[in-house]
């Protein structure tokens, strides 16, 4: 069952811009803790970003900077502004998130996949 659903992954220049949203598919409850993860051929899923309901934001050290995470709390939504997108950004990007941090229940969308690419 596809829980979060993610849109706006594709092709894009380095330097150039990209916008992913994940909302809600379905009844789900409100998510606390939302954050975007990613993950390359041949490696692990990594953090990119999280977001609480409060707004509290925290970055991986390569984003910094360049990405911004934001929240619709309403409507269980997650976005991430890629600014200045480079090479080594190109991944499958999954968004996610938890009631809490405390949960051991983590809701997962299907991934997007990002290009970044001349």
């Known amino acids: 069952q596809v829980q979060l659903v993610e849109s706006g992954g594709g092709l894009v220049q380095p330097g150039g811009s990209l916008r992913l949203s994940c909302a809600a598919s379905?009844?789900?409850?409100?998510?606390?803790?939302m954050g975007w993860y990613r993950q390359a051929p041949g490696k692990q899923r990594e953090l990119v970003a999280t977001?609480?309901?409060?707004?509290?934001?925290n970055y991986a050290d390569s984003v910094k900077g360049r990405f911004t995470i934001s929240r619709d709390n309403a409507k269980n939504t997650v976005y991430l502004q890629m600014n200045n997108p480079k090479p080594e950004d190109t991944a499958v990007y999954y968004c996610?998130?938890?009631?809490?941090?405390?949960?051991?229940?983590?809701?997962w969308g299907q991934g997007t996949q990002v290009t970044v690419s001349s």
């Open positions: 996610n998130g938890r009631t809490s941090y405390y949960s051991p229940v983590i809701y």
């Open positions: 379905g009844s789900i409850p409100s998510l606390n803790v």
């Open positions: 977001v609480t309901s409060g707004g509290s934001t």
